[in-house]
């Protein structure tokens, strides 16, 4: 059985209680940014003690699993090449871990080691050493406990990792302009306390920013801002708009884009981040909204809801030039391929176990190798009726065609939906890092439950 039941999460007897209706609220407070720590000299050092505490959120006190106590965590904001040492205190009753997504760092050891078990009760130092090469961006953390990696995160423990560095893409007069976080976490609520098990994709959730409800984000007429746009919950899809504004997309999954591109409304799965300027429209009040999204019929359909309220007001301001190309072109369909693999996603009818290649996840078996400095090509197939997202940890990819069509290549992903019944060939470049690792779909229910597997990447 899976442990989405996992009972020590919850003192309610969660299957005889009804999960409560989304909250909602009229936007009162302004976006409030979440606390930074930030590196001082090359290292970001910081002590994390994950404890199950009353927050308040929502304007109600709610049971959360926490990160030092807080719904929305600090974010470790951090460059290129600097290391970071994070002393990790376990005061669950069960155990777990941590895992910084996206992140181009070694998966073996004392650093992204997804393997590793926190104990209740425990301290862990996390060591990780971040190459020059790290891409700008937005990145996060959250736990990654085979069978709990679902209702830890929906519990509340995730928060965001940025890495400084997209400004020298920008023309000057962009450079250093306002910036906002817009972390988008969802709970499920039995009673005062966040919901941690049996979770159900679909039930009734209520959608946060920076754990706020409905937050007022100000802009000034043709101000452009940056917003940090990442999906940073366990399972559900988000389908952002502003009406009556454009999203200029400058990175995608921590990766800077080669062209800026421009959209009126994208899908962030669950562990996907895009970095987008924002032009302030005339004066008035908006709302950034997710639109109805449907997964599948074997999957879920999610409804319209505000996320936050945008207030333009002040002084109208000359809409700066926005920037066309961007960082330089990273384009595997150019490389060698040194070998071609096939990813087949399949779930069992009740929708229960989720399957990789048609085996559960097991963590002594290896299902995938690859070598250093070589590319592969995936094929990753969904012969399920509903949308699975592919994730892979340690090295970035890039999507060659989704259902046969080519993609354009903005630059590589880490996070991206395969559409049920389809299909998306990929390219890999395994670059510095040895050792095991793990693939999975990023619905954690789906990973929890069997959807996810090993790859050893050998010198």
């Known amino acids: ?17 009804s999960p409560s209706p989304a909250l909602t609220a009229r936007a009162t407070h302004d ?3 979440p606390e930074q720590i930030v590196s001082r000299n090359g290292l970001l050092r910081t002590r994390i003690v994950v404890e199950r505490k009353k927050v308040r959120l929502a304007g109600r006190d709610l049971w959360a699993l926490t990160y030092n106590g807080m719904y929305m965590p600090p974010t470790l904001r951090l460059r290129p090449g600097d290391r970071m040492e994070i002393s990790f205190e376990n005061k669950l009753d069960h155990q777990t871990n941590l895992h910084v997504h996206g992140m181009h760092v070694s998966p073996v050891g004392h650093s992204d080691n997804v393997f590793l078990k926190v104990e209740p009760g425990k301290t862990f ?10 891409e700008p961006g937005t990145y996060w953390y959250h736990p990654h406990p085979h069978t709990l990696s679902a209702p830890q995160t929906a519990g509340g423990m995730s928060g965001l990792i940025v890495v400084d560095g997209l400004d020298r893409y920008l023309p000057a007069p962009l450079r250093g302009i306002t910036e906002h976080a817009v972390a988008l976490k969802d709970f499920q609520l039995v009673g005062d306390q966040i919901k941690t098990s049996h979770l159900k994709i679909g039930a009734p959730t209520t959608r946060t920013v920076n754990g706020q409800l409905n937050p007022l984000i100000r802009i000034r007429p043709g101000e452009t801002q940056l917003w940090r746009l990442a999906n940073i919950g366990a399972n559900i899809f988000y389908k952002v708009t502003l009406p009556g504004t454009k999203f200029h997309i400058v990175a995608q999954d921590g990766y800077p884009v080669n062209r800026v591109y421009s959209v009126d409304s994208m899908v962030i799965p669950a562990g996907a981040r895009y970095d987008v300027l924002v032009q302030g429209p005339k004066a008035g009040v908006s709302e950034l909204r997710t639109l109805p999204y449907n997964s599948g019929k074997a999957g879920n359909q999610f409804p319209e809801a505000t996320l936050a309220t945008v207030r333009s007001e002040g002084e109208p301001m000359r809409p700066a ?5 961007f960082a330089p072109v990273d384009d595997l369909a150019k490389e060698a391929v040194a070998a071609r693999r096939t990813v087949i996603f399949t779930e069992n009818k009740a929708g229960t176990l989720f399957y990789i290649n048609h085996k559960l996840f097991n963590h002594d078996r290896i299902d995938f190798r690859a070598k250093l400095n070589t590319v592969q090509e995936w094929t990753i197939k969904n012969d399920s009726d509903e949308v699975h997202s592919f994730h892979i940890h340690t090295n970035d990819f890039q999507v060659m065609s989704i259902n046969g069509e080519p993609q354009v290549n903005y630059g590589l992903r880490d996070t991206v939906d395969v559409p049920a019944r389809g299909n998306m060939v990929v390219r890999i470049r395994f670059l510095d890092y040895p050792g095991k690792t793990v693939l999975h779909c990023h619905i954690l229910n789906h990973e929890d439950a069997g959807m996810m597997a090993v790859l050893q990447i050998d010198k």
């Open 31 to 33: 976006l409030r940014d």
């Open 321 to 325: 030039t926005l920037p066309t190309t």
């Open 1 to 17: 059985m899976s442990a989405l039941g996992h009972p020590e999460l919850s003192t309610v007897p969660l299957q005889t209680v």
């Open 125 to 134: 130092t996390y060591e990780y050493t971040f190459p020059k090469s790290l």
